[in-house]
């Protein structure tokens, strides 16, 4: 299984990013995915989780009303669209991937299996 990454990059405070990954060698149909971060000398924390199906999503307080998760399943690829960036924000970004079946919350690490090798997102003041 890998998990691809793309679209970190430097950005103003107040702009916007579009976070991809592609997942391979899985069904992804059957995974829930979710975005976590880890800002410098942070533990990893949630941001953004998307059932299988795509008709339930879930965010941490903190990016409620400016991050948005979607997903494609013929691509295989989740989204992570992010607006009104701020420099808190900053961070690498990972992608995970978990089966939709598991019983441990979206927002929890356990309710995934494989992981990206993250994306790193700056944003300046």
């Known amino acids: 299984v890998q998990l691809q990454a793309s679209g970190g990059g430097l950005v103003q405070a107040g702009g916007s990013l579009r976070l991809s990954c592609v997942a391979s060698?899985?069904?992804?149909?059957?995974?829930?995915m979710g975005w976590f971060r880890q800002a410098p000398g942070k533990e990893r924390e949630f941001g953004a989780a998307?059932?299988?199906?795509?008709?339930?999503?879930y965010y941490t307080d903190s990016v409620k009303g400016r991050f948005t998760i979607s997903r494609d399943n013929a691509k295989n690829t989740v989204y992570l669209d992010m607006n009104s960036l701020k420099p808190e924000d900053t961070a690498v970004y990972y992608c995970?991937?978990?089966?939709?079946?598991?019983?441990?919350?979206?927002?929890?690490?356990?309710?995934?299996?494989?992981w990206g090798q993250g994306t790193l997102v700056t944003v300046s003041s």
């Open positions: 995970a991937a978990g089966p939709g079946t598991r019983a441990a919350p979206p927002a929890s690490v356990r309710g995934y299996d494989f």
């Open positions: 060698g899985l069904r992804f149909s059957r995974y829930r």
């Open positions: 998307i059932t299988s199906s795509g008709d339930s999503t």
